[in-house]
């Protein structure tokens, strides 16, 4: 597999896949490989759901494009139904997680303008990962994808994740403050969960509403029923004034959504944003099938169930080696002690157990399997998990 024409911006494995269905993928040579990574959190509803190809096909031979110049039928209806499953007011749609953010961010700025600030700042995070456009990548920690960028880093005041004190803190010494951006879990930065879990949210809100700043959410990978609820904040009684999500919300196809509710909505108005593919017929035809599957509620059931079995078979065994879990749902972390060389991990996972794993924040197994996973699945990504682990101990 020659890359000789594509920029360097990823280390890719030595594999392709040519085919996938549901929670594996296949090689040329047919060669099937156990999917707990599921494209980092993207195909939830597992490889090629006949339900979504369905509607791609259709939609496909139908209408792809026509632009935000007209009205769009399967726009409106996918709006209707991301809005009732996320309990928010209206939706902006985009192409990707990173261009959600950017929409949220952008729309901070707006509401600082509107309150007369001069210089805003958003509250983010520590360990952070909001994407790759400017205004995102600056509200993202890792320094890596920082670096070199001339990253807008007064426009941020960054605090640890789970501290609220330190946010009291950020609020005592700047008054120019006009919202503040989280995820309920931090994906890339190592599957982090807060202390006190999703009331954590709650907390957060609490600030938000006392400073009126807006409270945005993050939801680009715990959302679209990945964490066991549809949006993880409804673990929660908090309610965000923006939310944002993509990842799931296409199961591939490209999209991303930026909603919003209550103070956040009408910042937004004809003109001040954009974009040509937001929301075409085919991508929002694509965002209505998955709603449709999801809202079954019986998938959401599953990825708790499956999980929670997950998580348990690994730490049943290594928990007396200093291995733990965390996330929600079929957002699981596998945290092993520090003292182990996990440099190999992935390679070891996919080569040796035919088993596509992730290790995020150094020590942590990240494993973002389907939704839908099916038991012996599940009794497998155990099985072969406990095979390239014990031998480490
Ligand atoms: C929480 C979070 N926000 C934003 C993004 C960026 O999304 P995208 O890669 O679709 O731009 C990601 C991607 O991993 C993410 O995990």
Redesign the pocket.
């Known amino acids: 597999m020659s890359a000789t024409y594509l920029m360097p911006t990823y280390n890719r494995q030595p594999i392709s896949f040519t085919r996938g269905l549901g929670s594996w993928l296949y090689t040329k040579e047919d060669t099937p490989y156990l999917d707990a990574l599921t494209g980092?959190?993207v195909c939830g509803l597992g490889h090629c759901h006949p339900q979504v190809t369905d509607a791609i096909q259709q939609q496909a031979a139908t209408l792809v494009h026509t632009s935000n110049l007209f009205g769009i039928d399967w726009q409106e209806r996918a709006g209707q139904a991301l809005c009732t499953a996320a309990q928010m007011d209206s939706v902006f749609f985009a192409n990707?997680?990173?261009?959600a953010?950017e929409a949220a961010l952008k729309m901070a700025r707006l509401y600082a303008h509107q309150c007369g600030f001069k210089r805003p700042k958003v509250i983010v995070m520590e360990q952070s990962?909001?994407?790759?456009t400017l205004l995102?990548v600056s509200a993202t920690a890792n320094p890596k994808a920082r670096e070199g960028f001339f990253t807008l880093d007064d426009d941020f005041i960054r605090v640890p994740f789970g501290d609220i004190d330190a946010i009291q803190q950020a609020a005592a010494e700047h008054e120019d403050i006009c919202a503040l951006l989280v995820?309920p879990i931090q994906?890339?930065g190592g599957l982090n969960t807060a202390d006190n879990g999703f009331a954590y949210l709650e907390a957060l809100q609490a600030e938000c509403d006392a400073h009126d700043w807006l409270f945005m959410l993050?939801e680009?990978?715990t959302g679209n029923g990945r964490t066991g609820k549809y949006f993880a904040y409804q673990h929660s009684s908090a309610r965000p004034d923006v939310l944002t999500t993509?990842?799931g919300l296409g199961n591939g196809f490209p999209v991303?959504a930026c909603m919003v509710r209550g103070r956040a909505n009408g910042l937004f108005g004809a003109g001040s944003h954009g974009s040509t593919y937001g929301g075409t017929p085919l991508a929002s035809r694509v965002v209505h099938s998955v709603y449709e599957v999801l809202s079954d509620g019986d998938i959401m059931k599953n990825a708790v169930s499956e999980g929670q079995f997950i998580r348990d078979g690994i730490t049943d065994k290594l928990q007396k080696h200093g291995v733990s879990s965390r996330g929600a749902g079929m957002m699981i972390g596998i945290a092993l002690p520090e003292s182990i060389d996990c440099s190999q991990l992935v390679d070891r996972a996919r080569d040796e157990h035919q088993l596509i794993i992730n290790v995020t924040g150094g020590h942590v197994i990240r494993l973002l399997p389907p939704l839908n996973m099916q038991r012996d699945e599940s009794e497998q990504v155990v099985e072969r998990l406990l095979s390239l682990l014990t031998p480490l101990f």
Do not use: L, P, T
Request: avoid cysteine; glycine fraction near 20%.
């Open positions: 980092i959190a990707s997680g990173a261009e953010n990962f909001h994407g790759r995102s995820e994906g890339e993050d680009v990978q993509a990842k991303g």
